[in-house]
C-alpha cells in the first residue's frame, strides 16, 4: 500500500475531501481564466502535525485536474503520493510559504490584472478603492524585489517572510500569493483579489481622477466582510455543482 492509500485509510474523508476541493479550486481557477498555460500552483497542508501537503501536478492544465491527480508531498520537495512529478519552482514557494508564513492553503498565480499591479511604481492593489478591493484592506504585502524564477530554498524563504504575515502577497514583476485557512475561503479571495484589480486597471484606464474612501471605511468593509465568510463557502459549493470532474 502506498503513503497515499495509507493516508486515506487513516484520515479517509479529509484526506479525500482536501483532494477533491483542491482540483475543484484549480478547475474553478482555470474556468475564470485565473490560469497560465500549464503554470503556477495551489496547495494545501494535510492537518495532523507533518510537514506534507498536497499540490497540483507538474504538466497538466488546471481545467482537467481531478482529485486522484494531486500530489502529496513533504517539506523537502519529495514526493511522497501521486502519479505525476510537481515542478521545481512550486516546491520552493510553496513548501516555505507553509512552513514559515504558517498559512494552510497558498494559491499562487499570475493571473492577468492582479500581475499587471505589480508591475507598477506601487506594486499592488490599492484597497481604498472598490468595495472589492476593501475586504483585504490590512491584509496585503508587497514584495518589490524581483530575482527570476524561484529555484533555490532561500528565494521561496525571501518571498515567505516578505509577507510579513499577510494573507495575500503582490510579488513585484511576477504575480500574488493568495493563503487562507481553507480552500474554499483562499479561493473566494483569490477570484475577488483578480476582481479587484481588474476594476482597478479599467479605472485607471479612463484617466479620470479616483475618488478612494478612508482607510477608516475600507476596514470597516474588511472587518465586516472577515465576520462573514459564509458566503466563500456557497460560492465554493456553486463551483462544485458547475465544474464536475473531468471524465477519463
Given at each position: 500500500?502506498?503513503?497515499?492509500?495509507?493516508?486515506?485509510?487513516?484520515?479517509?474523508?479529509?484526506?479525500?475531501?482536501?483532494?477533491?476541493?483542491?482540483?475543484?479550486?484549480?478547475?474553478?481557477?482555470?474556468?475564470?481564466?485565473?490560469?497560465?498555460?500549464?503554470?503556477?500552483?495551489?496547495?494545501?497542508?494535510?492537518?495532523?502535525?507533518?510537514?506534507?501537503?498536497?499540490?497540483?501536478?507538474?504538466?497538466?492544465?488546471?481545467?482537467?485536474?481531478?482529485?486522484?491527480?494531486?500530489?502529496?508531498?513533504?517539506?523537502?520537495?519529495?514526493?511522497?503520493?501521486?502519479?505525476?512529478?510537481?515542478?521545481?519552482?512550486?516546491?520552493?514557494?510553496?513548501?516555505?510559504?507553509?512552513?514559515?508564513?504558517?498559512?494552510?492553503?497558498?494559491?499562487?498565480?499570475?493571473?492577468?490584472?492582479?500581475?499587471?499591479?505589480?508591475?507598477?511604481?506601487?506594486?499592488?492593489?490599492?484597497?481604498?478603492?472598490?468595495?472589492?478591493?476593501?475586504?483585504?484592506?490590512?491584509?496585503?504585502?508587497?514584495?518589490?524585489?524581483?530575482?527570476?524564477?524561484?529555484?533555490?530554498?532561500?528565494?521561496?524563504?525571501?518571498?515567505?517572510?516578505?509577507?510579513?504575515?499577510?494573507?495575500?502577497?503582490?510579488?513585484?514583476?511576477?504575480?500574488?500569493?493568495?493563503?487562507?485557512?481553507?480552500?474554499?475561503?483562499?479561493?473566494?479571495?483569490?477570484?475577488?483579489?483578480?476582481?479587484?484589480?481588474?476594476?482597478?486597471?479599467?479605472?485607471?484606464?479612463?484617466?479620470?481622477?479616483?475618488?478612494?474612501?478612508a482607510p477608516e471605511m475600507a476596514q470597516?468593509?474588511?472587518?465586516?466582510?472577515?465576520?462573514?465568510?459564509?458566503?466563500?463557502?456557497?460560492?465554493?459549493?456553486?463551483?462544485?455543482?458547475?465544474?464536475?470532474?473531468?471524465?477519463?
Amino acid at each position: 500500500m502506498d503513503t497515499l492509500s495509507r493516508d486515506i485509510v487513516a484520515h479517509p474523508l479529509e484526506t479525500l475531501s482536501l483532494r477533491a476541493d483542491l482540483a475543484l479550486a484549480l478547475r474553478a481557477a482555470a474556468h475564470h481564466g485565473l490560469e497560465e498555460g500549464v503554470c503556477n500552483h495551489f496547495s494545501v497542508v494535510i492537518p495532523d502535525g507533518s510537514d506534507r501537503f498536497l499540490i497540483n501536478p507538474r504538466g497538466l492544465h488546471w481545467s482537467e485536474i481531478d482529485a486522484d491527480d494531486i500530489v502529496m508531498v513533504d517539506g523537502d520537495g519529495k514526493r511522497l503520493a501521486g502519479h505525476h512529478e510537481v515542478e521545481t519552482t512550486a516546491m520552493f514557494i510553496h513548501a516555505a510559504v507553509h512552513r514559515i508564513a504558517g498559512k494552510a492553503c497558498v494559491l499562487h498565480t499570475h493571473m492577468p490584472y492582479a500581475t499587471a499591479l505589480t508591475l507598477t511604481s506601487r506594486r499592488m492593489l490599492d484597497t481604498t478603492l472598490s468595495q472589492s478591493a476593501m475586504r483585504f484592506h490590512g491584509r496585503v504585502a508587497t514584495d518589490g524585489k524581483y530575482n527570476g524564477l524561484a529555484l533555490t530554498p532561500a528565494e521561496g524563504e525571501r518571498i515567505a517572510r516578505a509577507m510579513n504575515g499577510a494573507d495575500i502577497a503582490f510579488l513585484g514583476n511576477h504575480g500574488v500569493v493568495v493563503c487562507g485557512e481553507r480552500i474554499d475561503y483562499a479561493y473566494e479571495d483569490l477570484y475577488f483579489v483578480e476582481r479587484a484589480c481588474e476594476a482597478e486597471v479599467l479605472a485607471r484606464s479612463t484617466g479620470l481622477p479616483l475618488e478612494p474612501v478612508a482607510p477608516e471605511m475600507a476596514q470597516f468593509v474588511a472587518d465586516q466582510t472577515a465576520g462573514e465568510r459564509l458566503q466563500s463557502t456557497l460560492f465554493f459549493e456553486a463551483l462544485r455543482r458547475m465544474l464536475p470532474p473531468p471524465r477519463r
